[in-house]
């Protein structure tokens, strides 16, 4: 399904270059967003909402709500071998304010550039589909998660981060990373239930 290459699909550093914009408008689109990355394949797509959802952008009341959505459909869109991802025009047309975007992106690059010398195509075994399945349905119930989650502080954090640690994974053929998000997303999922048990009667 996939050969077996030496050079990475798109280096961290790159991906948050693409997510940077020089136009002269106030706001940015999340479809302009998604768009961008689409060439690149889903992985790509999949780290732009849960990297804004990361950032303070994710504290807006609402974002981690939406960025959750994005994430289950893109990721249940990668189950049913999509080519071209879908979103409804109201995800789309919810717009940023580009010039928060950049400044965080631009605060973190330093230390991307030092990061992305660790990304290297290796455990090639996830690429196979059945581990592609897995992690696509993984992200899928971490963005489920992301919505009733954000009425928790930072919890909603923890599927977030394990989504974005999978998507750089598969954005980077790196499959030790990608189990790593995977590992993390684990630890949300026992971390949620435990919270869920606790407000039972």
Excluded at 44 to 57: E, G, K, S, Y
Excluded at 75 to 89: C, M, R, V
Excluded at 182 to 195: C, E, H, I, K, R
Aim: hydrophobic share 55%; glycine share 8%; charged share 15%.
């Amino acid at each position: 399904m996939y050969s077996r290459t030496l050079s990475r699909s798109i280096t961290l550093y790159e991906l948050l270059g693409r997510m940077q914009s020089a136009q002269s408008e106030d706001k940015v689109a999340f479809g302009e967003l998604i768009e961008i990355m689409e060439k690149r394949g889903f992985g790509p797509m999949l780290a732009v909402p849960a990297f804004i959802a990361a950032t303070p952008v994710g504290a807006i009341p609402g974002i981690p709500t939406v960025t959750g959505v994005t994430i289950f459909l893109i990721a249940l869109q990668i189950l049913l071998a999509k080519k071209h991802p879908w979103l409804p025009s109201a995800i789309r047309d919810i717009e940023f304010d580009r010039d928060s975007l950049n400044t965080g992106i631009g605060t973190i690059k330093p230390f991307v550039m030092h990061l992305d010398r660790f990304l290297i195509p290796r455990w090639f075994f996830m690429r196979q589909y059945v581990f592609r399945a897995l992690i696509a349905v993984t992200c899928a119930f971490c963005g489920a998660m992301m919505v009733p989650l954000e009425l928790i502080p930072f919890l909603g954090l923890i599927p977030a981060f394990a989504v974005l640690i999978m998507a750089v994974g598969m954005a980077a053929d790196d499959g030790l990373v990608a189990l790593l998000g995977l590992s993390l997303a684990a630890v949300g999922f026992y971390m949620a239930g435990a919270q869920i048990v606790e407000a039972l009667p």
